[in-house]
Nanobody, 113 residues
Framework: QVQLVESGGNLVQPGGSLTLSCRAS????????ISWYRQAPQKAREFVAH???????NYGDFVKGRFTVSRDNRSNTVYLQMNNLQSEDTAVYYC???????WGQGTQVTVSS
């Protein structure tokens, strides 16, 4: 009954910002890392960010510096704050609990000029 529920995807203009949320349940959230991936149509899934249980973060090569991943263990939620969004960031964004191989349903981010 592991579950990840994403929200926050929307339409945003280039250069704009957006924050995604991933609410987790069904496991001990505070002891596990959470990742974000994205996938555009006809493209491979791409690693975006990871936050470990202790707060250590890693980012994909093309998002580091623009995106910030964080977690709030009190609410079992991981956030992905995205700044300076570009059209190339348009994709469905998924959160993932690697230790559980659990995925959210995805949330659409569209960056349009």
């Amino acid at each position: 009954q592991v579950q990840l529920v994403e929200s926050g995807g929307n339409l945003v203009q280039p250069g704009g910002s957006l924050t995604l949320s991933c609410r987790a349940s069904g496991f001990t959230f505070s002891r596990e890392g959470i990742s974000w991936y994205r996938q555009a149509p006809q493209k491979a899934r791409e690693f975006v960010a990871h936050v470990a249980r202790g707060g250590t973060t890693n980012y994909g090569d093309f998002v580091k510096g623009r995106f910030t991943v964080s977690r709030d263990n009190r609410s079992n939620t991981v956030y992905l704050q995205m700044n300076n969004l570009q059209s190339e960031d348009t994709a469905v964004y998924y959160c993932n609990a690697p230790n559980r191989d659990a995925w959210g349903q995805g949330t659409q981010v569209t960056v349009s000029s």
